[in-house]
T-cell receptor, first 113, second 116 residues
C-alpha cells in the first residue's frame, strides 16, 4: 500500500530552467509534507516543508505547492543548477505520528549544464 | 553543531548472524528514528524512540529491535539476519519537541549492511 507516490523515477532539465517534481498521496490524515534531497552515499537532507493549512511555501529557489483536494504536491526549483542533481524524496506525516514519515520512491533529477 | 553520526558506515554479515548499529543524534535532540532503504521498497520506517521509550513502530518483524540510552544515543539490532535485510539503515534525529512539525528529521549518512 503505497500511500505516497512519486510517479516519475527520473527527470532531466537544462541548467537555468525550472524543475518540477511531483508527488501524490492517498492518506487524507497526512497534514504535513516535506521534501528531502539525497546524494549518493549520504543521508537525505531536508529541503522544504509545508503544512496542510497552506497551499504554498517558498525558500529561495525552492517552492512547494500543495493541492489538498487533489492530494498532490509539487516542488519547483528555479533556476535549476547542476548541483541540484540528486534524488528527491517526498515525505508525509500525520499530526499524531511523531517523527514517523512516509516516503515516496524518489525522483532522480539531473540538471545538465 | 555536529550532525547525526552513524557507525559503522559499512558492515558485512552472514545469514543467521546478528548485528548492532549505532546512532548518535544531534546534541539536544531527544527523538531518534530508524529507517531502512532498499532499492525495491524505498525508505521504510522502522521505529522511533523518544526519551528512552519506543514511541512508534513500523511494520517490521520482531527480529528488528532498538533502544535509546539516557544520552539519547540509540542502537538498533537485527537478529537472525536474512539476505533481504541487506540495505542502507538510516538514523534520524529531531528537535526536543520530537515532532516533525517542529523540526524536520536530520539524517545521518547511514550504515550499509550487506548480508551474504
Amino acid at each position: 500500500d503505497q500511500q505516497v507516490k512519486q510517479n516519475s523515477p527520473s527527470l532531466s532539465v537544462q541548467e537555468g530552467r525550472i524543475s518540477i517534481l511531483n508527488c501524490d498521496y492517498t492518506n487524507s490524515m497526512f497534514d504535513y509534507f516535506l521534501w528531502y534531497k539525497k546524494y549518493p552515499a549520504e543521508g537525505p537532507t531536508f529541503l522544504i516543508s509545508i503544512s496542510s493549512i497552506k497551499d504554498k511555501n517558498e525558500d529561495g529557489r525552492f517552492t512547494v505547492f500543495l493541492n489538498k483536494s487533489a492530494k498532490h504536491l509539487s516542488l519547483h526549483i528555479v533556476p535549476s543548477q547542476p548541483g541540484d542533481s540528486a534524488v528527491y524524496f517526498c515525505a508525509a506525516s500525520e499530526a499524531t505520528s511523531g517523527s514517523r514519515l512516509t516516503f515516496g520512491e524518489g525522483t532522480q533529477l539531473t540538471v545538465n549544464p | 553543531k555536529a550532525g547525526v553520526t552513524q557507525t559503522p558506515r559499512y558492515l558485512i554479515k552472514t545469514r543467521g548472524q546478528q548485528v548492532t548499529l549505532s546512532c548518535s543524534p544531534i546534541s539536544g535532540h531527544r527523538s531518534v528514528s530508524w529507517y531502512q532503504q532498499t532499492p525495491g521498497q524505498g525508505l521504510q520506517f522502522l521505529f522511533e524512540y523518544f526519551s528512552e521509550t519506543q514511541r512508534n513502530k513500523g511494520n517490521f518483524p520482531g527480529r528488528f529491535s532498538g533502544r535509546q540510552f539516557s544520552n539519547s544515543r540509540s542502537e538498533m539490532n537485527v537478529s537472525t539476519l536474512e539476505l533481504g535485510d541487506s540495505a542502507l539503515y538510516l538514523c534520524a534525529s529531531s528537535s526536543p519537541q520530537g515532532s516533525s512539525y517542529n523540526s524536520p528529521l536530520h539524517f545521518g549518512n547511514g550504515t550499509r549492511l550487506t548480508v551474504t
